[in-house]
């Protein structure tokens, strides 16, 4: 395993709970009230400084996603998942491709 090289970023960001790592920038938030697996969740269109597990088909609010965890790069904690595909039709498609990070492994903090 080779040296861990983190994106800093700049702003007003979201970290992880467990290590503080930088996860987010604010400005990429696209939804606040995101329900994913029955937990409040925010939905981000780019996230840093993460790992990804294998890509896996879950129901989520009663919809089959194809969904990858994310995994904070320093400390392994979950935080959240990657929307990798979602159910055929024009009120999902905005998902895809984007991520979702969950209220309880997270904390913003302002700059």
């Known amino acids: 395993m080779g040296r ?10 979201v970290n992880c709970r467990v290590c ?14 995101f329900i994913c697996h029955k937990e409040k969740a925010y939905l ?8 990804f597990g294998p890509n896996e088909e879950k129901m989520i609010l009663s919809e089959m996603h194809t969904i990858a965890d994310i995994f904070c790069c320093c400390c392994g904690q979950i935080v959240g ?26 904390f913003f903090v302002h700059a």
């Open 4 to 13: 861990l090289f983190l994106v800093d970023l700049e702003g007003r960001t």
């Open 20 to 33: 503080k790592t930088q996860l987010a920038l604010t400005s990429n938030l696209m939804l606040k009230n």
């Open 44 to 51: 981000f269109s780019n996230v840093v400084n993460i790992t």
């Open 81 to 106: 998942l990657k929307f990798v595909a979602a159910p055929y039709g024009d009120n999902h498609k905005y998902k895809e491709g984007n991520f979702v990070l969950e209220k309880g492994q997270i």
